[in-house]
């Protein structure tokens, strides 16, 4: 089992270079597998958008909340660490053109020697989304698009370069450098808790992060996602299940509940509180409850 750890945005500090780069800090040294953050380019203050992840329709962060942008976070926390993974939960796609975005992603993969993942979704605030310029009717098959263009750029198609031909994006002759340390991309993982987004992952993603669902639900879009993988010709077995949970309240026996309905990684949610050192405690009492291999900083 792979464990992660999600960076607070709700606890206000994750632009604190001192607060966030400890943070950091400490999850490696805790032996934790990835980081992982959060996107939202913009909140709409006072949005109409229904939030599906909490029966507020609400979520929790405030609307004047400092949000990092993800892949800039990421690139600074690979500064101030050496082997801990970076991941965004989740990267809202339509947000992005996919050409500038491969750009952005190869980079961090490559300066930070290949510890990224990315796990993108079609995004839930319809006002968010409008502002970035996209359509929010057509944000699925915007996002799905996004996806193969981020795998022509990253693939190796020199000395000609990549093309693409799509609903929303064209190119011919496309050179994207650096590539992912990876010869197979960036992993992409794919969040949410529909059926459209079990089948984007069997179809085009390397795993799925479902978001606020549990028990016939949750086995319902892995059976989507593995049926999916097989029709399109690839090995359902080869895709990851990442499941959530406090830091605070899961044990070895809940984590082995979690992986006999598949799970592969679990991302743990700490307190999002401001004090660090509160923080720190409960990501070391994790930990240990876990058995994880830690190291000397």
């Not at 949970?245 to 991302?267: F, Q």
Request: proline share 5%; charged share 20%.
């Amino acid at each position: 089992m792979k464990y992660a750890v999600l960076v607070p945005v709700a606890a206000g500090t994750t632009a604190d270079p001192a607060w966030v780069g400890e943070f950091a800090v400490h999850a490696e040294s805790c032996g934790f597998e990835s980081l992982v953050v959060v996107e939202h380019a913009v909140v709409i203050s006072s949005y109409s958008s229904v939030y599906p992840y909490d029966s507020s329709g609400r979520m929790e962060l405030a609307d004047d909340g400092a949000i990092p942008d993800p892949l800039d976070l990421l690139a600074f926390l690979a500064g101030r660490t050496s082997r801990i993974g970076l991941a965004t939960g989740v990267l809202v796609a339509p947000n992005h053109h996919p050409v500038v975005l491969a750009k952005r992603l190869a980079t961090v993969d490559a300066l930070s020697g290949g510890r990224l993942r990315l796990a993108v979704g079609v995004g839930w605030m319809r006002e968010e989304i409008q502002a970035c310029g996209a359509e929010f009717t057509s944000r699925g098959r915007r996002t799905d698009e996004t996806i193969d263009v981020l795998r022509a750029l990253w693939a190796d198609t020199a000395p000609l370069g990549a093309s693409h031909h799509g609903e929303f994006f064209e190119f011919d002759h496309a050179m994207s450098y650096p590539k992912p340390v990876s010869p197979q991309g960036i992993p992409i993982h794919i969040g949410g808790h529909s059926i459209a987004a079990a089948k984007r992952a069997g179809r085009r993603g390397d795993g799925l992060q479902p978001l606020g669902v549990a028990g016939e639900d949750l086995a319902g879009l892995v059976s989507v996602m593995r049926a999916e993988a097989a029709k399109a010709g690839r090995d359902p077995a080869g895709l990851e299940l990442t499941l959530g949970h406090s830091a605070s309240k899961v044990t070895p026996d809940k984590a082995g509940r979690l992986a006999e309905l598949g799970a592969d990684r679990i991302l743990l949610r700490v307190t999002p509180s401001s004090d660090l050192d509160l923080v720190r405690d409960e990501m070391s009492a994790c930990a240990d409850r876990l058995g994880l291999v830690g190291v000397t900083v």
